[in-house]
Nanobody, 115 residues
Framework: QVQLVESGGGLVQAGGSLRLSCAAS??????MGWYRQAPGKQRELVAN???????NYADSVKGRFTISRDNAKNMVSLQMNSLKPEDTAVYYC???????????WGQGTQVTVSV
């Protein structure tokens, strides 16, 4: 059974930083990423990273967030800088072995950015 265990969420003031980490069990994943869901909104992609290192970011976080992965440890991290109140959401780790599949999800970690 695949498990994704997230850590690193919390409360931070606007302009601050947080780092999220996600440790995955099982064999390596082709795509690992982070999604977020704010109250009353749909879940949206924040960033993902392919096995070879290519990355993809939502326009709203470009230049502020950095995604990275450690394939040896089967982990993905999200460094979030210059946080804004609109970044407040539950952040979910996602891991996929094939393009187009739903993949596996973590339990979610709350990120709250205060003004």
């Amino acid at each position: 059974q695949v498990q994704l265990v997230e850590s690193g969420g919390g409360l931070v003031q606007a302009g601050g930083s947080l780092r999220l980490s996600c440790a995955a069990s099982g064999s390596i994943f082709l795509i690992m990423g982070w999604y977020r869901q704010a109250p009353g909104k749909q879940r949206e992609l924040v960033a993902n990273i392919i096995l070879g290192g290519s990355t993809n970011y939502a326009d709203s976080v470009k230049g502020r967030f950095t995604i990275s992965r450690d394939n040896a440890k089967n982990m993905v991290s999200l460094q979030m800088n210059s946080l804004k109140p609109e970044d407040t959401a539950v952040y979910y780790c996602n891991a996929r072995r094939r393009v187009g599949e739903n993949g596996y999800w973590g339990q979610g970690t709350q990120v709250t950015v205060s003004v």
